[in-house]
């Protein structure tokens, strides 16, 4: 990695410069609800100043992820979620385990769980306009439409969706992490530290992430309870160079 530039934060020069690379990094299976579950989902990115939002869908296709077993109890997914300017952050967190049935139940639910779970996120930012995350504004309708017809192509009512969650992720904490890196706020403590997460029932993946891991529960319908984590990670580049 090269030495970051030391330059001043008060130099406008400095965040037309910075660019954030958000990524899904990987899944991990804490508990299965099968001897082997089906998995896949989707990840919303929202960004409330701007009222820009998109939805990834995992794994790519209409497959599903086989996980639970020894062997597959953590998976590398490296998604590229956002990569833009620091600035505040909701990222959303979907979840089903594919079973059968119809599409229309399955799609009505998602979506209003998806509005709910972005809402509650932009609130935890503090801050954050009411018409900035309003969904009757249509901005949130829409992607929650778009993230319900993404998931509805391969599942149905019958299936096992998990509970979303959201989680806020500031652009004061990307713009401390920047000036640390860079050598002009000495003693600040990181926000993003990194870590690693590695199973020995899973050699071979090593999930490396530095925002705390995003868990969702759900329960099937025969009664049985599942947990999965969401693995998340946040890039610094300056001048497209990468330094954090």
Same mark, same amino acid.
């Given at each position: 990695?090269?030495?970051?530039?030391?330059?001043?934060?008060?130099?406008?020069?400095? *965040?037309?410069?910075? &660019?954030?690379?958000?990524?899904?990094?990987?899944?991990?299976?804490?508990?299965?609800?099968?001897?082997?579950?089906?998995?896949?989902?989707?990840?919303?990115?929202?960004?409330?100043?701007?009222?820009?939002? #998109?939805?990834?869908?995992? $794994?790519?296709? &209409?497959?599903?992820?086989?996980?639970?077993?020894?062997?597959?109890? &953590?998976?590398?997914?490296?998604?590229?979620?956002?990569?833009? $300017?620091?600035?505040?952050?909701?990222? &959303?967190?979907?979840?089903?385990?594919?079973?059968?049935?119809?599409?229309?139940?399955?799609? !009505?639910?998602?979506?209003?769980?998806?509005?709910?779970?972005?809402?509650?996120? +932009?609130?935890?930012?503090?801050?954050?306009?009411?018409?900035?995350?309003?969904?009757?504004?249509?901005? *949130?309708?829409?992607?929650?439409?778009?993230?319900?017809?993404?998931? #509805?192509?391969?599942?149905?009512?019958?299936?096992?969706? =998990?509970? $979303?969650?959201?989680?806020?992720v500031r652009a004061k904490d990307m713009l401390t992490a920047f000036g640390i890196v860079q050598g002009t706020l000495p003693g600040a403590q990181q926000p993003f530290p990194a870590r690693t997460r590695v199973r020995p029932d899973?050699?071979?993946? #090593?999930?490396?992430?530095?925002?705390?891991?995003?868990?969702?529960?759900?329960?099937?319908?025969?009664?049985?309870?599942?947990? =999965?984590?969401? =693995?998340? !990670?946040?890039?610094?580049?300056?001048? +497209?160079?990468?330094?954090?």
């Open positions: 990695m090269p030495d970051p530039p030391v330059i001043s934060p008060a130099d406008p020069y400095v *965040l037309a410069h910075q &660019t954030v690379h958000v990524w899904l990094v990987g899944l991990e299976c804490e508990i299965r609800q099968e001897s082997e579950d089906e998995m896949f989902g989707s990840v919303g990115v929202v960004v409330p100043s701007s009222r820009i939002s #998109t939805v990834q869908h995992f $794994p790519d296709g &209409t497959d599903f992820l086989p996980m639970g077993p020894d062997g597959e109890r &953590t998976v590398s997914l490296q998604i590229l979620l956002y990569d833009g $300017p620091p600035a505040d952050l909701v990222l &959303t967190s979907v979840l089903a385990e594919h079973d059968s049935g119809d599409l229309s139940e399955y799609r !009505r639910r998602i979506a209003e769980a998806f509005v709910k779970a972005a809402n509650a996120g +932009g609130a935890a930012l503090g801050g954050v306009p009411a018409e900035a995350m309003a969904a009757n504004q249509g901005w *949130l309708g829409d992607l929650s439409v778009g993230l319900a017809n993404v998931l #509805t192509g391969a599942i149905g009512a019958d299936d096992d969706p =998990y509970t $979303p969650q959201s989680v806020p899973t050699p071979g993946v #090593t999930l490396a992430y530095n925002i705390d891991p995003v868990r969702l529960t759900g329960r099937d319908q025969g009664g049985d309870q599942g947990s =999965y984590a969401f =693995y998340y !990670r946040i890039d610094l580049l300056f001048e +497209g160079v990468k330094i954090f």
